[in-house]
């Protein structure tokens, strides 16, 4: 058995109870870049970022003159004058710009082709940006990892997708060292890989218990971890650190708290949400949610059961804490950028293909616990997650080596 022990500090105990102790380095453009897209010497660099009006608001950068936009002026003032400023010479790179595209208004909606640069030019997204660059940073309000995905595999380029930064990201998620992240998630995909099945029970505060089944049929795990290098087209989802599946089938009962705080059981048969039922809040947001599966049933559809490996601060945006070590979210929709068969085409309307992570994390569903995950790969059977604390198996998966 490996030492617990020799794990670095920053996995022992008393940092797992208080992440937001977890002493980072100081963020570093040109060490961020460099780490996950070595090699960076030559590429050709832009920024992609999205407003609802892109034509008036990119040109001249007039949104830095107005209230709100804090994601934008984030990237702005990091990511744009970072590179300006140093970046780039010290990378070997070249560009820089910037450009602005339509808000999509979902979660890995496919991009409009209309894109704007500062000087107030109409482009083309096919034509003028996925062409003519290597790297492709796209710093947004919604997630547009799926299409860029697809994009990248269509064009060539390389990029990451880092929607939500925030203040809280920069000095955490993003500070790391991504070839220890590489490490950790690499060990805790080896210890999930090939698992036939998962089992998650959730303990709600009526004490009830309800548990959710997924069918995995013992393919490979795959893995989210930050390193997006050699020249094979990709996209890293930045801050990264997860483990992730594509399941095959589901059945049984997990709980939802919707974005007004209703709550509510989901009933999940052959893979798909079929039913929301109303445990406190409001019932038309539960009317709402059975309207849309009832209209288009492939919103319902389980396309991701995903993992944390990473000990972060809780941040507010989903795409860190979705990454915390001991925290599990399964999504709806879309998962072809994941590998699976859910394809926008097969959606009633273009705006239901989304991709939507449901995260279950002490922050985000106080109401309910994850009082237990389990995992069967053949006759092995370990305990993965408790009350949301990282099982003896997973320390010890993630000590090998140390």
């Known amino acids: 058995m490996p030492s617990i022990a020799a794990l670095p500090d920053y996995l022992h105990e008393e940092i797992l109870l208080h992440p937001e102790n977890r002493k980072f380095p100081a963020f570093d453009l040109v060490r961020l870049l460099g780490t996950v897209f ?16 892109p034509a008036s608001l990119i040109k001249d950068f007039s949104f830095l003159k107005q209230e709100g936009f804090p ?8 990511f744009y004058q970072g590179l ?62 799926a299409p860029l995905t697809a994009k990248a595999k269509e064009f060539g380029f390389r990029g990451a ?19 220890e992240v590489s490490r950790d998630a690499e060990k805790l995909r080896f210890a999930l890989t090939k698992a036939d099945s998962i089992e998650i029970d959730f303990a709600l505060e009526d004490g009830r218990v309800l548990t959710a089944w997924l069918g995995l049929n013992g393919q490979e795990a795959q893995k989210s971890h930050g390193l997006c290098q050699g020249l094979t087209p990709d996209i890293a989802n930045l801050p990264a650190g997860e483990v992730y599946f594509v399941p095959e089938d589901a059945r049984g009962q997990f709980p939802m708290k919707y974005e007004d ?3 509510g059981v989901l009933e999940v048969v052959d893979r798909c949400i079929i039913h929301s039922t109303l445990i406190a809040g409001n019932q038309a947001t539960i009317d709402a949610h059975n309207a849309r599966l009832q209209d288009d049933p492939m919103t319902g559809t389980l396309g991701e059961l995903g993992f944390g490996t990473q000990v972060l601060p809780v941040s507010g945006a989903d795409i860190q804490d979705e990454k915390v070590l001991g925290t599990c979210h399964l999504a709806t929709g879309r998962d072809d950028h994941l590998g699976g068969d859910i394809v926008p085409e097969m959606f009633k309307k273009h705006e239901n293909s989304t991709h939507d992570d449901i995260l279950f994390a002490p922050h985000k569903t106080p109401n309910f616990n994850i009082s237990q995950v389990r995992m069967k790969r053949g006759d092995q059977e370990e305990i993965l997650i408790e009350n949301f604390r990282p099982s003896r198996y997973l320390m010890e998966a993630l000590a090998e080596g140390h």
């Not at 030559?42 to 999205?50: D, K, P, Q, S």
């Not at 994601?71 to 990091?78: C, D, F, G, R, T």
């Open 38 to 53: 070595k090699p960076t010497e030559g590429c050709r660099v832009c920024i992609l970022t999205e407003f609802e009006n």
């Open 71 to 78: 994601v934008q002026k984030k990237a702005h003032e990091v």
């Open 84 to 145: 300006k400023n140093g970046a780039l010479e010290a990378l070997g790179m070249t560009g820089g710009e910037m450009f602005a595209y339509k808000s999509t208004h979902g979660s890995n909606l496919d991009l409009e082709d209309d894109v704007w640069d500062t000087a107030g030019n109409h482009l083309s997204l096919d034509r003028d940006i996925y062409p003519n660059y290597d790297l492709i940073l796209c710093i947004s309000i919604f997630s547009a990892t």
């Open 161 to 179: 997708t880092l929607h939500g930064l925030n203040d809280i990201i920069l000095k955490s998620g993003l500070a790391v060292d991504y070839h």
């Open 261 to 263: 705080g209703t709550l």
